[in-house]
Nanobody, 127 residues
Framework: VQLQASGGGLVQPGGSLRLSCVAS????????IGWFRQAPGKEREAVSC????????NYADSVKGRFTISRDNAKNTVYLQMNSLKPDDTALYSC?????????????????????WGKGTLVTVSS
């Protein structure tokens, strides 16, 4: 059971990237999936997640309106479309299965039960 993130790279501010999270060893349409990022010198933060039950989504305020999470069950893949990228979005992005999520009053996401971490993909936003 493993998840593998890909699609990162170097992009200019204002640009776009689409990250992919591919599952192996299990069917991705069942568990909820979360995208996370960790910038140098900072703690890991949850960016977005999507339910396996009804496809409902959650976003951290820092990416709301710019990032879109989606899933393609036929390809066993969850995507993170990132638009209007900023230098602050520079981080190592990874995905994991999650048990639950709560939206906090400060605009952050609290994730419960993150597991099956795979290697992340590096996103660098710079001119």
């Amino acid at each position: 059971v493993q998840l593998q993130a890909s699609g990162g790279g170097l992009v200019q501010p204002g640009g776009s990237l689409r990250l992919s999270c591919v599952a192996s060893g299990f069917t991705l349409n069942r568990p909820a999936i979360g995208w996370f990022r960790q910038a140098p010198g900072k703690e890991r933060e949850a960016v977005s997640c999507i339910s396996g039950r009804d496809g409902s989504t959650n976003y951290a305020d820092s990416v709301k309106g710019r990032f879109t999470i989606s899933r393609d069950n036929a390809k066993n893949t969850v995507y993170l479309q990132m638009n209007s990228l900023k230098p602050d979005d520079t981080a190592l992005y990874s995905c994991a299965t999650i048990s639950a999520v709560a939206e906090l009053s400060d605009g952050n996401l609290m994730i419960y039960g993150a597991a099956n971490w795979g290697k992340g993909t590096l996103v660098t936003v710079s001119s």
